[in-house]
């Protein structure tokens, strides 16, 4: 079986050490009842929900705390958004309650005509006193099965509806024995996502009548960005452990460069790597096992890269691909040094200039920085140039 398959993230966890830490400070925080809410923020494709299944396994390690994750539906007003997190909470709790007292309780509690003792399910409005009622009688409910906390790790966090958020705040405000993870879904982060995920939060309490105590609630952030080049390559081996299926170092180093990193990627690519592998009935996954997903997933870019080369010269071709080979950036002497070990330092300003002019007219391949750096900075296009510039 493909373990690179989708969903498969929770027992392949890894890398993360910093943000681990983060929470379980907050954990500990928690049950020494001071919580610290924390909000995690990424762009798409950098694990957040993973790292949330992962929060709620640390949780549940701990004796006397319940953690569960639940996802936030978008476009809803605030009251239905409260009420179908607050029913995702109650399904996730009834099944503990289900092992511990043999039937569910709350989902039937809530769903209740008459005399039940939620009260949000009976309101035409959102009420703050009656989401810390609820809070508090599912406190009281877990606590009767041997739990003192609850920890709510809440997927999907940006699309919170900004009175949801300010309600939420009002009643954790009042509870010391919850603490929530808030994902925030990030469009960019600019290299920083926890400051990024911070404006979020604001942004959306301004909205709720500048409710800014409702961003303040979360006091610590977790940024989530790509892995280092170690940790992908854990990422990959990881899933590969007992494996009858392996994959060459250079490719599982290939897939963590040409992905840059992306947690979401690397899969994604190894996942496309082992099923053409195990297509050919091969046990091991080479670098040709590598270029050829790579040809069938980014032919446009190939075909682009193909046609530069017809474009160029030799030695421009010998350019190219050198820079090409370097995910950080070089200036056109420092190119030139690689290119020519033999020449004399002093007798490269020549080339330098000449690689200059080559670098400069493929400005649609290759940026340029205010340094005079140069780089191919999309790691797809980087590698098609590397392959299809490669000598014959």
């Not at 936030?72 to 007292?101: C, N, P, S, W, Y």
């Not at 820079?323 to 200036?331: E, F, Q, R």
Request: glycine share 8%.
């Amino acid at each position: 079986m493909n373990p690179f398959r989708e969903g498969a993230a929770g027992k392949y966890f890894v890398g993360r050490d910093d943000q681990l830490k983060r929470f379980t400070r907050s954990l500990t925080a928690l049950r020494n009842g001071e919580p610290a809410h924390l909000y995690v923020a990424g762009v798409n494709g950098r694990g957040k929900t993973s790292y949330l299944e992962k929060l709620v396994e640390m949780a549940r390690e701990k004796s006397g705390v319940l953690a569960v994750r639940v996802a936030l539906d978008g476009g809803v007003r605030a009251q239905q958004q409260i009420l179908a997190m607050f029913e995702k909470l109650l399904r996730k709790i009834d099944e503990v309650h289900t092992e511990v007292a043999s039937a569910p309780r709350l989902v039937a509690e809530w769903r209740q005509v008459g005399d039940s003792p939620f009260q949000l399910p009976t309101s035409e409005r959102l009420q703050n006193d009656h989401l810390l009622q609820d809070l508090a009688y599912v406190r009281d409910v877990v606590a009767e099965l041997g739990f003192r906390h609850l920890v709510l790790c809440v997927d999907e966090g940006e699309r919170i509806e900004p009175y949801a958020l300010s309600a939420l705040k009002s009643a954790l405000l009042e509870l010391q024995e919850y603490l929530v993870v808030l994902s925030i879904r990030l469009a960019e982060d600019h290299g920083d996502p926890v400051r990024a995920g911070k404006l979020k939060l604001e942004e959306i309490a301004a909205a709720a009548d500048r409710d800014m105590g409702a961003a303040r609630l979360f006091v610590g952030g977790v940024g989530l960005g790509s892995f280092t080049p170690a940790q992908a390559r854990r990422c990959v081996a990881r899933r590969l452990e007992d494996n009858a299926i392996r994959f060459d170092d250079e490719v599982i180093g290939l897939i963590g460069r040409v992905a840059e990193g992306l947690p979401d990627r690397i899969i994604s690519y190894a996942h496309e790597v082992y099923d053409r592998t195990e297509a050919d009935e091969a046990e091991v996954a080479t670098t040709d096992t590598f270029r050829q997903t790579f040809v069938s997933l980014h032919q446009f870019e190939l075909d682009a890269a193909k046609a530069l080369c017809a474009q160029s010269t030799g030695s421009e071709r010998r350019a190219l691909r050198e820079l090409a080979t370097h995910d950080v950036p070089l200036t056109p002497l420092e190119l030139a040094k690689k290119l020519y070990t033999d020449v004399p330092v002093n007798a490269l300003e020549p080339v330098a200039e000449a690689l200059r002019g080559v670098l400069d007219r493929v400005g649609d391949t290759v940026r340029v920085s205010a340094g005079g750096r140069y780089l191919v900075p999309d790691a797809v296009r980087r590698y098609a140039l590397e392959i299809s510039m490669e000598p014959e």
